[in-house]
């Protein structure tokens, strides 16, 4: 065996390639992100309750779900009574701070609804997951749903917070009156004036005495006035008895007075 033979013998059995060495591109790796942003491979699906209420409901609105009440004005009718399909859109309560959105599956009495919805209950230790047709429990004094306890799968029934509703957005365009409505209170929010007069802008007048001159007999009735003490450089000025009361019209008087004098 020549030196060539055996060289390709050793090469062969350390497993080097025999032939000339190729770059080979790798398959692409598929990685579908879910909506937390994990990595599908690293982390089972997780859902959150904004992208699942849209899609049970139809109700077209983005954002955070507490932003979705005051998206709604205006677009969507809303109201205080559940109704299947609608949203109840929860107030962010406690560690809750970006709020909670939830479908209307079915009523069940005026103070019982079932939901669906998305991230709410721990299940198998784990959030994000989906929950059809648990129970919602309208605990408000007044039964208008501004407060609710929720079905709590670790708990295998209600929870114990009340929480805070704003109301129930419907998928159904609203009524001129309720666009009316929307309009006229961000329209109010962006023009009311703000008044710089403090409450206690009288607290420095102090009231006059009220006192009555007598006039000699043979004068008018119409000529007695009463006055109330008001001096500028030595001159008195008389104001009709109707100003007593009146702080505001005593300082008119004494300016008009003062620039006729």
């Not at 692409?28 to 699942?52: F, K, M």
């Not at 599956?105 to 929950?131: F, K, P, Y």
């Not at 805070?164 to 159904?172: D, L, Q, S, T």
């Not at 009231?207 to 008195?236: A, K, M």
Request: glycine share 8%; net charge positive.
């Amino acid at each position: 065996m020549n030196r060539y033979a055996l060289a390709l013998l050793l090469l062969w059995l350390l497993g080097a390639p025999s032939g000339p060495c190729v770059a080979r591109a790798l398959p692409p790796i598929r990685i579908l992100e879910t909506s937390g942003g994990i990595p599908e491979e690293a982390a089972l699906p997780y859902v959150q309750c904004v992208p699942y209420a849209r899609k049970v409901s139809g109700i077209q609105l983005f954002g955070d779900a507490h932003t979705w009440w005051d998206q709604a004005a205006g677009r969507y009718a809303r109201g205080t009574l559940p109704k299947v399909g609608a949203v109840m859109a929860f107030r962010p309560h406690g560690a809750m701070q970006l709020g909670h959105v939830a479908a209307i599956s079915r009523i069940v009495d005026s103070r019982t609804v079932l939901l669906r919805h998305a991230n709410w209950s721990l299940i198998d230790g784990r959030r994000g997951q989906m929950e059809d047709n648990v129970r919602a429990v309208d605990v408000s004094p007044n039964n208008d749903w501004s407060e609710v306890r929720v079905w709590y799968a670790p708990l295998g029934g209600l929870g114990t917070t009340h929480w805070p509703v704003a109301g129930f957005i419907y998928n159904r365009k609203p009524s001129k009156n309720e666009q009316f409505i929307a309009l006229a209170s961000v329209d109010h929010a962006k023009r009311s004036p703000v008044s710089r007069i403090g409450s206690d802008f009288l607290s420095g007048i102090v009231p006059e005495v009220q006192r009555t001159i007598t006039r000699p007999s043979n004068h008018r009735d119409e000529d007695t006035e009463v006055t109330h003490g008001l001096r500028s450089q030595g001159r008195r000025f008389i104001t009709p008895a109707n100003l007593s009361r009146d702080p505001i019209g005593r300082i008119i008087a004494r300016a008009q007075s003062q620039s006729s004098s």
